[in-house]
């Protein structure tokens, strides 16, 4: 069983920036694909970015350039850097761990509010 706590959500300003942070415990994350998702109210649900066990990353395209995932396996912690914020960030972020072996898992944090406004 793995969880996640998300943390570092928070207003701000357009064009600005954010680190959002997902500490796991429960397990090692060696094995999970790590990834970050987004969902505005009455909206479905949408990949940001996602790492591999690898390292490898790949970015929604509206994010592209903007935002950096990353990982420390070593702390346990996923991170995502949000430059150039825009109000269509906004959302709820949440954290995701998806283990590569089966049965393969899926686990998800209680999501963190960013707000993009002026």
């Known amino acids: 069983q793995v969880q996640l706590v998300e943390s570092g959500g928070g207003l701000v300003q357009p064009g600005g920036s954010l680190r959002l942070s997902c500490a796991a415990s429960g397990s090692d994350l060696e094995l999970y694909v790590m990834g970050w998702y987004r969902q505005v109210l009455g909206k479905q649900r949408e990949v940001v970015a996602r790492?591999?066990?690898?390292?490898?990353?790949n970015y929604a395209d509206s994010v592209k350039g903007r935002f950096t995932i990353s990982r420390d396996n070593a702390k346990n912690t996923v991170y995502l850097q949000m430059n150039s914020l825009k109000p269509e960030d906004a959302a709820v972020y949440f954290c995701n761990a998806q283990l590569v072996i089966p049965p393969n898992y899926d686990y998800w944090g209680q999501g963190t509010q960013v707000t993009v406004s002026s």
């Open positions: 790492v591999s066990i690898s390292g490898s990353t």
